[in-house]
C-alpha cells in the first residue's frame, strides 16, 4: 500500500515541476517578445530571434532552477522585472513622434540594470557571510 502513494507523491511533484517550468518559460518567452519588437520591425528577425532566445531561455531556465541561483541571487530577479519595465517605458516613449532612443541605449539599460542587481546580490551574500562569521 505504501508503494502507490509515494509513486502518487512522486507523480505530484513531478507535475508540479514541470508546471513551474512552464510557467517560467512562457514568462521568458513573453519577455522576448517584447524585446523582439523593440530591437526590430523585421518578421524574420523576430521569428529568429525568438526561436534561438526560446531554446536558449528554456535550457537557462533549467539550469538556473537546478542550481538554485535565484534563491542564491535574491536581487536578479527584481532587476530582471526593473529591466522589462524600462524596456516598456522605452517602447512607450517610441510612439512620442520625433522620440527615437537607439538600440544599443535600450540594451545597456536593460543590462546595467541586471549588472546592478547581480552586485546588488554579491554585495548582500557578502554582508549576510561576515555577519555570520561574528555570530
Known amino acids: 500500500l505504501e508503494a502507490p502513494k509515494a509513486a502518487d507523491g512522486v507523480q505530484r511533484a513531478g507535475l508540479g515541476a514541470f508546471l513551474y517550468l512552464e510557467v517560467l518559460d ?4 513573453f519577455d522576448g ?29 533549467v539550469y538556473l532552477v537546478d542550481k538554485g541561483t535565484l534563491s542564491e541571487y535574491r536581487f536578479l530577479e527584481h532587476g530582471a522585472f526593473w529591466a522589462i519595465i524600462a ?8 510612439v512620442i513622434p520625433g522620440m527615437h532612443i537607439p538600440e544599443t541605449v535600450t540594451g545597456l539599460i536593460g543590462a546595467t540594470l541586471i ?4 552586485w546588488s546580490s554579491i554585495r548582500h551574500n557578502h ?9
Not at 512562457?26 to 518567452?29: I, K, M, T, V
Request: no cysteine.
Open 26 to 29: 512562457a514568462s521568458f518567452s
Open 115 to 118: 549588472g546592478l542587481s547581480l
Open 87 to 94: 524596456l516598456a517605458l522605452i517602447m512607450l516613449t517610441s
Open 33 to 61: 517578445v517584447i524585446g523582439a519588437f523593440a530591437l526590430s520591425n523585421s518578421l524574420f528577425i523576430i521569428a529568429l530571434g525568438l526561436g534561438i532566445g526560446a531554446m536558449f531561455v528554456r535550457s537557462m531556465t
Open 127 to 135: 554582508a549576510e557571510a561576515a555577519a555570520a562569521r561574528l555570530a
